[in-house]
């Protein structure tokens, strides 16, 4: 997506806001971009760069040919700074980093850009640092705040920046598009379940790993069904062998996430909206014996719980062990 005319179809409501304001020449110093992955952040981003850089636009569209559009399509753009997690957090060394950048004049105009990719990850010393930015504006700078979590952020910075909240891809037009794409019914039908974008989708489908890690959530459903051992065995010998880190860890938690769902729809006679079961699986009837609708309700929050936790960097493995002792209750 690289046109407004791109973006718009997929995200009209945030396309009309942001071309209004370039319309009015009144882009914001500061963004706060919502949204699931694959739902264009960073597209809107490097848009809003462009538009603000571009010396040769037409209309609202940035021409992507001149020698400024093309250096912030490949990130070499001296006053377009990009910022994204250095392991599992921003930290502050990087806002100071960012802030020494800052006190230069820009080097070919006195705008300057930042974009900080997943800053629900700052930490606290960081985003109170970014704060510093926020609160004393220049209309020569414009921040970019790229989360697919805007309530981890901070409510300081929150309130100083304009949301822009992306929505996510249709899911019927997201499989219509995988299935043009190549992909099987069945499987664009998952992956439109998990991501809104089309790489990541089929990155997914071809993955021996994905593949092994969805067989092993089924397992541990089944695992969870039953005695609490061997749940608590299969967890230690299987599921933290295979889902060995945090963004795995997330993974595994979203395809358990989709598991309990088909459970639930099973229960309500749903079936259309199934994803991981097909309607007549024998062990879809088991599972809807062995998990009331009120069970599953309150396991789909856990797993809620547990994704979040991973995100404020809580051990992994501490909490699958809080997760399956809830599921256990």
């Not at 009209?12 to 264009?40: C, E, F, M, V, W």
Request: net charge neutral; hydrophobic share 35%.
């Amino acid at each position: 997506m690289k046109t407004w005319t791109e973006l718009k179809k997929i995200q009209p409501l945030a396309s009309k806001i942001i071309t209004n304001s370039i319309k009015k020449d009144r882009i914001s110093h500061a963004y706060l971009i919502q949204g699931a992955r694959g739902t264009g952040k960073e597209a809107l981003a490097t848009l809003i760069a462009k538009n603000i850089f571009c010396k040769s636009q037409s209309g609202l569209e940035p021409c992507q040919e001149c020698r400024e559009c093309k250096r912030i399509d490949s990130g070499n753009h001296p006053d377009v700074h990009w910022i994204e997690p250095e392991g599992q957090s921003i930290k502050i060394e990087q806002v100071k980093s960012l802030q020494k950048e800052f006190t230069y004049s820009g080097l070919e105009s006195n705008k300057k850009v930042y974009i900080v990719k997943d800053a629900d990850t700052l930490t606290l010393n960081a985003a109170n640092r970014i704060l510093k930015f926020l609160e004393e504006p220049s209309r020569q700078t414009t921040a970019m705040m790229l989360t697919e979590n805007s309530q981890s952020i901070i409510p300081t910075i929150r309130s100083r920046c304009q949301v822009i909240d992306l929505k996510p891809l249709h899911p019927i037009h997201f499989q219509k598009q995988l299935i043009e794409s190549g992909m099987s019914e069945q499987n664009a039908t998952l992956m439109s379940a998990l991501t809104n974008d089309l790489e990541d989708a089929f990155e997914r489908s071809n993955d021996e790993w994905f593949a092994e890690g969805r067989k092993l959530m089924i397992q541990l459903i089944e695992k969870l069904s039953g005695n609490s051992d061997d749940a608590y065995l299969f967890l230690y010998n299987h599921w933290l062998k295979h889902f060995s880190n945090r963004e795995q860890m997330e993974q595994g938690i979203d395809l358990a996430m989709l598991g309990f769902k088909d459970i639930l729809y099973a229960h309500i006679e749903k079936n259309d909206a199934m994803v991981m079961f097909q309607p007549n699986d024998e062990r879809l009837q088991q599972l809807i014996m062995s998990f009331s609708e009120e069970n599953l309700i309150h396991i789909l929050h856990s797993l809620l719980q547990a994704k979040r936790h991973l995100k404020q960097n809580v051990n992994p493995t501490l909490v699958m062990e809080q997760l399956t002792l809830q599921i256990k209750r």
